[in-house]
């Protein structure tokens, strides 16, 4: 940690508590099952998505890959597809125009949204297998297709390191993680590992991963002379599309809007503005035409990472009473030579237990792949997985529950920083989830079960994410009529952002539900962050409210001159906002928004407002939680998983809308049941290139491999963030890749350490 | 390549569709030529269900075909199954209720294939876990019958949560 991030946190820790926000109890929409607004429009095909824009004109791209990992591309044939009928142009190194590389996605706090260093086609060299090394633009998708297809490269290869295991030997020390310490020890640990009653030391492996949002990557770019640019664009991030794509073009960032207010599933792969967005922008203003550029699936594998690979050490000893006393989680996750981001995989343990001692932190490797990012839970989704299968062998070393060694060890303060919990209620979801599962009429012994070829075992494994909030922007209008809009350049992936936002201000206005609009998914609207980080929710919120504010203040203060309102004498702290307008708190007199307005001769009031940087999470250890458990079988011939029951508890703060909540929860185990047994980016390790992309040989889970699956949750609000809610995109898929895993073992009495649990695995 | 000009009947309606590239899939003809961009292209081969459409009532891949080969054929899409006073058809009413989806990219093919998965059910046609007599619709092998439609938001509960209340109707 830098010094003055030090100084800021001492100073922080001083600071008073903002008081809970008044909204924290208030259930006239929050908290209810509200069906998603938007579903009408999704169940009968008229959401608009990126690739459904009707545009006229439209020209359409495709992308030729490269096809080695390293070195430089001696030739490029583009003849033949330039021959093709409705070919218009072939874009490749040898006369694609200079674009500037964007600056990196940094920590989530700038608008940085590049995803790789390297020129994209600029350039001669090659960095990755599978980088764009043609642009092709035809009258129609098919002829661009075909026309790809024949674009014909020789190269000279380059060494390069292409296989994690090889580079492994070679990672080094990131500065940090995420802005925290890629290290953080306290004690002599390896004393403390070996003077103890119990201990493990484990090595877990896990793959790379790819998002596979069922919508592939796509963008419409078009052109109004040479400044002003329009991208509908399958983003989660549409203000940090629009600003690296201006940086590409040279300018200024708002002569870029990016309009994305349906987007078919992100889980972090929509986060960056990867190549194809700026190659459509190319295409578009080198034909003057507006171009479509649909990416194929393998398209998607090829251009835009995924969850890096790792290697991940665990070792933990404990006393007899199961106490942990040394406690070492470190490894290695690759990055690529041409960007930056050491997935935080050893952040999970530093919050959730007590140790006497301790040594956890990572390094990183650079590799001549496609450019790694963000995945559902980057960091405590893999870390989860070592770490509680780590606890969970521990127990049995000790013969103790595997539920009961994790409470023994709950702590009462952060276990690293000694900051106070903002919202901690591990012991009630452990017990809500016990109860629900039926946990204790679990045999403690594993393989003891069986049900003809069968072997039955349970598993348990905790879930952590951390709550971020994001400097976030709004607007909030107030109108005559009697209705009310708030609008940021936020998104929409299926989380119910929509939904839950129109639900939030309608509450905190004291309209109706029907009376009030959230819009969002346009970079023109006030600034958003990412969604990612499981953070939208709340950073939205708390700027909805402040900007809220401020247009209630401005209403009254319109009361306040007038003679005739009841609110004349009516000082801001002595009103709420209910029935339509503003009342007086005690008393209970007021008006309506549209009679202050209309007697004042207003059309509307609005105003703009940006929330401050989250000092909240200076002085607070501030996370979510869950109690995963689930019971799975495993052919005793064939060595295959099938998982048949499932329990989520979580511990989330206030959940705003139980139905879309349960959704998320379920979407989120349900991608790390995928992840558990069957999910995996295969590289050749000799040649750097993903042999399966496609959803064909990439499995994720379908509807035959999903159990029922139970979601219970403790519902406490957290005093210290808005609403009192966490995010809950993310937490869902923490924890059970682990307590698959655990339960596997409770099965057959084998250990699984390396993801995907296939069958090889357990014969 | 010889272009083709001939007509679609989809959604009850006729579409001419004029000097079409033999190579246009069912799919793309009805995304880009049509209008009718309910149906999705989540993988171009088959894989992932999101272009599924009926044709006379039967559930197809409608990325894995060529247009041209269904000149005279019913062809119904999503934006076909309501009734034409508006009101949504009981399963897509049972998918809002039961939040079927969360990002609605899959939808309409999550849709479209239940319509077509009920009428073989009904029609007593076997799956792959069908064992002699086809047996009750919960359980495996409502989960059998619809594993063609991926979801990656992880829907899949309530998705069968849906289509089983809309069975029962």
């Known amino acids: ?763 | 390549m010889p272009l083709h000009t001939f007509q679609l009947q989809i959604n009850g309606d006729t579409r001419t569709l004029s000097n079409l590239d033999p190579r246009v899939s069912l799919l793309d003809a009805i995304r880009d030529h049509c209008g009718l961009t309910g149906a999705k292209k989540g993988c171009n081969q088959g894989a992932c269900g999101a272009c599924t459409v009926l044709v006379d009532g039967e559930r197809i891949n409608s990325c894995l075909t060529l247009a041209l080969q269904y000149e005279g054929r019913d062809i119904r899409t999503i934006e076909g199954l309501a009734e034409a006073d508006g009101s949504l058809h009981p399963l897509q009413k049972a998918f809002v209720e039961h939040d079927g989806f969360q990002c609605g990219f899959c939808t309409p093919g999550q849709i479209c294939s239940a319509v077509g998965m009920l009428a073989e059910y009904k029609a007593g046609a076997p799956s792959a876990v069908t064992d002699g007599e086809v047996g009750e619709l919960a359980g495996a092998e409502l989960q059998e019958r619809m594993s063609g439609n991926l979801c990656r938001c992880g829907a899949y509960v309530g998705i069968r949560e849906a289509i089983l209340e809309a069975a029962a109707q």
């Open chain 1, 1 to 763: 940690m830098s010094i003055l991030n030090k100084v800021i946190r001492s100073v922080v820790q001083v600071m008073p508590d903002q008081a809970p926000d008044e909204l924290i109890a208030s259930n006239r929409y929050l908290g209810r099952s509200i069906n998603r607004l938007n579903g009408p429009d999704k169940v009968t095909g008229k959401a608009t998505f990126t690739a459904d824009y009707p545009v006229a004109n439209l020209a359409h791209a495709a992308l030729a890959y490269s096809t080695i990992a390293k070195g430089r591309i001696t030739s490029i044939d583009t003849k033949a597809a330039e021959a093709l009928p409705g070919v218009i142009l072939v874009l490749t190194h040898e006369n694609a125009p200079e674009m500037k590389v964007p600056k990196e996605f940094g920590d989530g706090s700038s608008n940085d949204a590049g995803t790789t260093q390297a020129k994209i086609l600029n350039t001669d060299h090659v960095s990755w297998n599978g980088q764009p090394i043609a642009l092709v633009v035809a009258e129609t998708p098919e002829q661009a297709e075909a026309a790809a297809a024949r674009i014909h490269a020789t190269y000279e290869k380059e060494d390069c390191v292409t296989s994690f295991e090889a580079a492994i030997g070679d990672a080094k020390q990131p500065k940090a993680i995420m802005g925290e310490d890629p290290e953080v020890t306290r004690g002599d640990v390896e004393q403390a590992l070996s003077q103890s009653a119990a201990r493990i030391d484990l090595t877990f492996t896990t793959p790379p991963h790819n998002h596979n949002a069922i919508e592939p990557h796509a963008c419409i770019a078009q052109w109004d002379g040479k400044d002003d640019l329009t991208l509908y664009d399958t983003s989660q991030f549409t203000a940090g599309v629009a600003t690296t794509i201006a940086q590409v073009f040279g300018l200024k960032a708002d002569h870029v809007r990016v309009v994305a207010p349906y987007v078919g599933g992100g889980f972090g792969g929509k986060g960056g503005a990867w190549p194809y967005i700026q190659l459509c922008a190319l295409a578009a203003r080198e034909t003057g035409r507006p171009v479509r550029l649909a990416m194929t699936r393998e398209g998607v594998f090829r251009i835009v990472g995924g969850r890096t690979p790792s290697q991940q050490r665990v070792a933990i000893s404990a006393d007899d009473a199961g106490k942990f006393l040394g406690f070492v989680h470190e490894g290695v996750t690759a990055q690529s030579t041409h960007n930056h981001f050491p997935e935080q995989f050893s952040f999970p343990p530093r919050h959730l237990y007590s140790m006497e001692a301790y040594r956890i932190g990572q390094k990183v490797t650079d590799l001549s792949r496609v450019a790694n990012t963000f995945m559902r839970a980057p960091g405590e989704s893999i870390g989860t997985f070592a770490v509680e299968s780590g606890i969970d062998a521990l127990a049995y070393e000790l013969k103790m529950c595997p539920v009961a060694l994790r409470m023994r060890n709950e702590p009462d303060a952060d276990p690293v920083s000694g900051s106070p919990f903002s919202s901690r209620h591990m012991r009630k979801a452990y017990e809500m989830g016990v109860e629900r599962f039926g946990w204790k009429s679990r045999p403690a012994e594993p393989r003891s079960q069986r049900d003809g070829d069968w072997w039955i075992g349970q598993g348990v494994a905790t879930g952590t994410y951390p709550v971020y909030r994001m400097v976030t922007a709004a607007r909030v209008r107030i109108s005559a009529d009697g209705t009310a809009v708030a609008q940021t350049s936020c998104q929409e992936m299926g989380m119910g952002t929509e939904t839950v936002q129109t639900q939030h201000l309608a509450e905190r206005l004291g309209l109706p539900m029907s009376k009030v609009r959230f819009e969002y998914g346009d970079s023109t609207l006030p600034y958003a962050g990412v969604a990612g980080g499981s953070s939208q929710t709340v950073s939205v919120a708390l700027a909805v409210q402040e900007a809220g504010a401020k247009v209630l203040k401005e209403l009254l203060a319109l009361a306040q001159k007038d003679e005739r309102s009841p609110l004349r004498e009516a000082n801001f702290e002595d009103v709420v906002a209910k029935d339509e307008g503003i009342f007086w708190r005690v008393s209970g007199g007021g008006e309506s928004y549209a009679a202050i307005l209309s007697r004042a001769g207003k059309d509307f009031v609005e105003a703009d407002h940006k929330t401050g940087a989250p000092m909240e999470l200076l002085k607070y250890s501030m996370h979510s939680y869950a109690a995963q458990f689930c019971e799975v079988r495993v052919h005793a011939l064939s060595g295959e998983v099938r998982v048949q029951r499932w329990v989520g508890s979580f511990d989330t703060g206030r959940i705003l809308n139980p139905k879309m909540a349960v959704s998320q929860f379920r979407g989120g185990i349900i991608m790390g049941i995928g992840m558990a047994l069957t999910e995996e980016t295969m590289f050749d390790d000799r040649t750097g290139r993903i042999m399966n992309p496609s959803l064909a040989e990439y499995h994720v889970p379908v509807q035959a491999d999903i159990p029922d699956i139970e979601v219970v949750y403790t519902n406490e609000p957290d005093p210290h963030t808005p609403l009192g809610a966490h995010g809950i995109g993310e937490i869902g898929i923490t924890g059970v890749a682990a307590a698959v895993a655990n339960a596997v073992y409770h099965a057959t009495g084998k250990r699984v350490t390396s993801l995907p649990i296939t069958l090889d695995k357990l014969m």
